[in-house]
């Protein structure tokens, strides 16, 4: 069975530039969550979906941060325009129901420069 | 608040000692969900074992085992006969069914040396 993809693996961007990360989850998983992981710290809930709504969104920086999963599969998360402090890996994860185990992808690292 | 607690920052031991990673978890739901999870460094979070709020017993999964109290609201998590392969951060995580959210805590970071 085919993990969570994500791309790209690596970005780096200048300030005030927008980027788009894309997500691919496991085939069947309802549930969906882009994280935010900054250098030395636990993953951070940016955004949680049940397959096309959103559950959660309550950290995401809503001026500058946008998500959408069409047609409850793929997702891309997005940026405009990116701060310095944006610099972190994004995590995609998937889980088939809420309260299961989640399935990470391998992250996007993003460097703002 | 919901939240979880990962005291250790960071954890060195020697290969085959045994280690006890804390975790401490805060909500006030009845009904909740607790992971752990173990980030090497190449990035990607590996799913290790989830736990219901209504079964408290202990698993053992070869060198791994868990303790689920929830007096104490604590789901530690021991390794035994360390290896250099265990070398990595170990997250421990809630999801709790009042919004519906995955959160996670700080992470320890655990060196295992030769």
């Known amino acids: 069975e085919a993990g969570v993809a994500q791309s790209p693996r690596y970005k780096i961007i200048e300030k005030r530039q927008s980027v788009a990360f894309w997500c691919n989850p496991i085939s069947g998983h309802a549930t969906l969550y882009w994280y935010q992981q900054i250098l030395g710290q636990g993953p951070k809930l940016l955004i949680q979906?049940?397959?096309?709504?959103?559950?959660?969104d309550s950290q995401l920086p809503k001026d500058r941060f946008s998500a959408e999963r069409l047609k409850g599969v793929d997702s891309t998360l997005k940026i405009q325009p990116a701060k310095l402090e944006d610099s972190a890996v994004y995590l995609c994860?998937?889980?088939?129901?809420?309260?299961?185990?989640?399935?990470f992808g391998q992250g996007t690292r993003l460097t703002v420069v | 608040a919901q939240k979880v607690t990962q005291a250790q920052t960071e954890i060195s031991v020697v290969e085959k000692e045994d280690v006890t990673l804390d975790c401490v978890y805060e909500?006030?739901?009845?009904?909740?969900?607790l992971f752990w999870y173990k980030q090497p460094p190449s990035g990607e979070l590996v799913f290790l074992i989830r736990?219901?709020?209504?079964?408290?017993q202990n698993e053992i999964s070869g060198r791994y085992s868990w303790n689920f109290q929830k007096s104490t609201s604590s789901f530690n998590f021991t390794i035994t006969a360390s290896q250099v392969v265990d070398s990595a951060v170990y997250f421990c995580?809630?999801?709790?069914?009042?919004?519906?959210?995955?959160?996670f805590g700080q992470g320890t970071e655990l060196s295992v040396k030769p």
């Open positions: 979906f049940q397959n096309n709504g959103v559950v959660d």
């Open positions: 736990r219901n709020s209504f079964d408290e």
């Open positions: 994860a998937s889980s088939a129901r809420e309260n299961t185990e989640a399935f």
């Open positions: 995580a809630l999801y709790y069914n009042q919004g519906g959210k995955l959160i």
């Open positions: 909500t006030r739901d009845t009904t909740y969900y």
